[in-house]
């Protein structure tokens, strides 16, 4: 490679590097509003959501130690959730007994009954406020429990904007596998309604609230509500796919499963102290806090504010957030057309120069390279893993310093994927090598968006940058520079917030995510055409 080579790939990198601080600033949440802030604005102190008082509502309700389904520390936090439910205005039902291997002390189920004469749809707020048997679930999930109850205080303040009704579901023996969510959702009358849900969950005590599931037929909900959640805006139906396939679930899956609609967020960082003795309220980030609350609230009013029932079913959605500022979504339908356009695009814009030189074996190498890097990707990340797993530096899934490993395996794996698109490619014409490449990049889009939709954005995105770059600028170098940076803004908070779900132990899953970064960036390790020094 020449210094043009190297100063493309230099400029690529400190994009990506400055772009990664970036997005760890931002994905940080709101800042914390403190009680104090809140009172000395007394026209708003009604109206705007605050992490102090949150905080002061978890100090009240959760020990500071265990307090699982069926035992007297959780019979205790029922008694004084439902004490500071009717002290806000809420009335809440008598529990009712669940026969299950292990005893609960029962849901528990809060309306409005200045509300009753509302019927449109049940807007319902939901969490679960046992913890599990080794640590006293701050986080998992007393910080959504607080959040809620204050958003639900601020939504339920002036009832008269709202035009439909809203329930507090607080559920019990979460941790048992989901038993309060089940005979909600399964018994109760409010469920014959199939009311609109917002569960709230935590797999941390740290970091930002992702929107992460949503029902079957997403589409007019997505459209009307995914850009009313607080910033960051973390969402995808990248998420919601990979969620659906995995063995996990919520108390949203039951209530899913039921046919209710809705949403499903959880703070996703600090797994490192999910369900140990370190999920303290010490160790709870109010920032999370802060934004549990601005997220249920928002979204809460916008739902609230209307009595239109989101009845429209018929499709999902493709969406995803930019840095959390904005959301992009469209229809599943949509889907085949533009890429059927973006496909015939390419053809005629790099097919049939490629034809016309006449050039095989640089295609095939090209091609070749194209397929050997995620698999490649795949073993390397496996191997890592191993090689770290159980040692003194990975000792367990989730550590502390796993946000550092997984900046490391990241910087891993770009070399890898680097050095093998070097050996392959060093030799090809830079100009035949962007058009191969586009070219196949479209099919494989193309194939991608048949077999699974909602990941094909991270693919057609790229594609749409590249064709307009063909169309307006001459330099390859210049053009790959574009597009790398371009696609780079939509990758690198994916591949933040993936390392963070998936943590180093899942090197297997998380290098074929970090190496979609370096395919835009091929055309940069072919032979640079001098002609073209100049542009």
């Given at each position: 490679m020449?210094?043009?080579?190297?100063?493309?790939i230099?400029?690529?990198?400190l994009?990506?590097?400055?772009?990664?601080?970036?997005?760890?600033?931002?994905?940080?949440?709101?800042?914390?509003?403190?009680?104090?802030?809140v009172?000395?604005?007394?026209?708003?102190?009604?109206?705007?959501?605050?992490?102090?008082?949150?905080?002061?509502?978890?100090?009240?309700v959760?020990?500071?130690?265990?307090?699982?389904?069926?035992?007297?520390?959780?019979?205790?936090?029922?008694?004084?959730?439902?004490?500071?439910?009717?002290?806000?205005?809420?009335?809440?039902?008598?529990?009712?007994a669940?026969?299950?291997?292990?005893?609960?002390?029962?849901?528990?189920?809060?309306f409005?009954?200045?509300?009753?004469?509302?019927?449109?749809?049940p807007?319902?707020?939901?969490?679960?406020?046992?913890?599990?048997?080794?640590?006293?679930?701050?986080?998992?999930?007393?910080?959504?429990?607080?959040a809620?109850?204050?958003?639900?205080?601020?939504?339920?303040?002036?009832?008269a904007?709202?035009?439909?009704?809203?329930?507090?579901?607080?559920?019990?023996?979460?941790?048992?596998?989901?038993?309060?969510?089940?005979?909600?959702?399964?018994?109760?009358?409010?469920?014959?309604?199939?009311?609109?849900?917002?569960?709230?969950?935590?797999?941390?005590?740290?970091?930002?609230?992702?929107?992460?599931e949503?029902?079957?037929?997403?589409?007019?909900?997505?459209?009307?509500?995914v850009?009313?959640?607080?910033?960051?805006?973390?969402?995808?139906?990248?998420?919601?796919?990979?969620?659906?396939?995995l063995?996990?679930?919520?108390?949203?899956?039951?209530?899913?499963?039921?046919?209710?609609?809705?949403?499903?967020?959880?703070?996703?960082?600090?797994?490192?102290?999910?369900?140990?003795?370190?999920?303290?309220?010490e160790?709870?980030?109010?920032?999370?806090?802060?934004?549990?609350?601005e997220?249920?609230?928002?979204?809460?009013?916008?739902?609230?504010?209307?009595?239109?029932?989101?009845?429209?079913?018929?499709?999902?959605?493709?969406f995803?957030?930019?840095?959390?500022?904005?959301?992009?979504?469209?229809?599943?339908?949509?889907?085949?057309?533009?890429?059927?356009?973006?496909?015939?695009?390419?053809?005629?814009?790099?097919?049939?120069?490629?034809?016309?030189?006449?050039?095989?074996w640089?295609?095939?190498?090209?091609?070749?390279?194209?397929?050997?890097?995620?698999?490649?990707?795949?073993?390397?990340?496996?191997?890592?893993?191993?090689?770290?797993?159980?040692?003194?530096?990975?000792?367990?899934?989730?550590?502390?310093?796993?946000?550092?490993?997984?900046?490391?395996?990241?910087?891993?794996?770009?070399?890898?994927?680097?050095?093998?698109?070097?050996?392959?490619?060093?030799?090809v014409?830079?100009?035949?090598?962007?058009?191969?490449?586009?070219?196949?990049h479209?099919?494989?889009?193309?194939?991608?968006?048949?077999?699974?939709?909602?990941?094909?954005?991270?693919?057609?995105?790229?594609?749409?940058?590249?064709?307009?770059?063909?169309?307006?600028?001459?330099?390859?170098?210049?053009?790959?520079?574009?597009?790398?940076?371009l696609?780079a803004?939509?990758?690198?908070?994916?591949?933040?917030?993936?390392?963070?779900?998936?943590?180093?132990?899942?090197?297997?899953?998380?290098?074929?995510?970090?190496?979609?970064?370096?395919?835009?960036?091929?055309?940069?390790?072919?032979?640079?055409?001098t002609?073209?020094?100049?542009?």
């Amino acid at each position: 490679m020449n210094r043009t080579n190297y100063l493309t790939i230099g400029i690529v990198f400190l994009f990506c590097a400055c772009l990664e601080v970036c997005v760890c600033i931002l994905f940080r949440g709101p800042a914390a509003v403190p009680i104090s802030e809140v009172d000395a604005e007394g026209n708003l102190q009604d109206a705007r959501f605050s992490a102090g008082r949150a905080l002061e509502i978890h100090r009240r309700v959760f020990p500071d130690s265990p307090h699982p389904a069926g035992s007297a520390a959780n019979a205790d936090v029922r008694l004084r959730i439902v004490d500071l439910l009717d002290e806000h205005g809420w009335q809440v039902e008598p529990p009712l007994a669940v026969a299950t291997d292990h005893r609960i002390h029962g849901n528990v189920i809060a309306f409005r009954a200045d509300q009753q004469g509302l019927t449109a749809k049940p807007l319902v707020v939901a969490s679960h406020f046992d913890s599990c048997n080794f640590g006293p679930g701050a986080g998992d999930a007393g910080s959504c429990v607080a959040a809620i109850i204050e958003a639900g205080r601020l939504l339920t303040t002036n009832t008269a904007g709202l035009r439909r009704p809203v329930w507090m579901v607080l559920t019990d023996a979460e941790e048992n596998g989901l038993v309060g969510a089940r005979e909600l959702a399964s018994s109760h009358p409010l469920s014959r309604q199939h009311p609109i849900v917002l569960n709230f969950d935590a797999r941390g005590n740290a970091g930002p609230v992702c929107m992460f599931e949503t029902h079957e037929g997403n589409h007019e909900s997505i459209r009307r509500l995914v850009n009313k959640l607080a910033r960051p805006r973390l969402t995808g139906s990248l998420f919601t796919a990979v969620y659906k396939a995995l063995p996990n679930g919520t108390d949203f899956t039951e209530f899913r499963n039921a046919g209710w609609q809705g949403f499903n967020f959880a703070l996703i960082d600090g797994a490192w102290n999910y369900h140990r003795p370190e999920d303290t309220f010490e160790n709870l980030d109010p920032r999370s806090v802060q934004h549990l609350g601005e997220t249920a609230l928002s979204v809460a009013q916008a739902i609230a504010a209307t009595d239109d029932d989101f009845n429209d079913q018929s499709q999902n959605a493709i969406f995803f957030d930019v840095l959390g500022h904005y959301v992009i979504h469209m229809p599943i339908s949509w889907n085949l057309p533009i890429r059927f356009a973006l496909l015939f695009a390419a053809v005629q814009v790099y097919g049939r120069p490629l034809v016309r030189r006449r050039v095989v074996w640089p295609v095939i190498r090209v091609w070749s390279t194209m397929a050997m890097i995620l698999p490649m990707a795949c073993a390397l990340g496996w191997l890592v893993s191993r090689s770290i797993m159980g040692t003194s530096i990975l000792p367990r899934p989730f550590v502390e310093h796993g946000h550092w490993l997984s900046l490391g395996m990241w910087f891993i794996c770009l070399v890898a994927c680097g050095t093998l698109a070097y050996g392959m490619l060093r030799r090809v014409n830079q100009e035949c090598l962007w058009d191969a490449f586009w070219l196949a990049h479209a099919a494989t889009c193309m194939v991608v968006s048949i077999f699974l939709p909602e990941f094909s954005y991270l693919l057609s995105v790229p594609a749409m940058f590249a064709l307009v770059s063909t169309l307006l600028i001459r330099s390859i170098p210049t053009r790959t520079r574009v597009v790398a940076c371009l696609s780079a803004i939509l990758l690198i908070p994916l591949d933040h917030l993936i390392s963070i779900a998936l943590g180093p132990a899942n090197g297997m899953l998380l290098f074929p995510v970090y190496s979609l970064l370096i395919m835009p960036m091929l055309p940069a390790f072919g032979h640079f055409i001098t002609a073209e020094a100049d542009a």
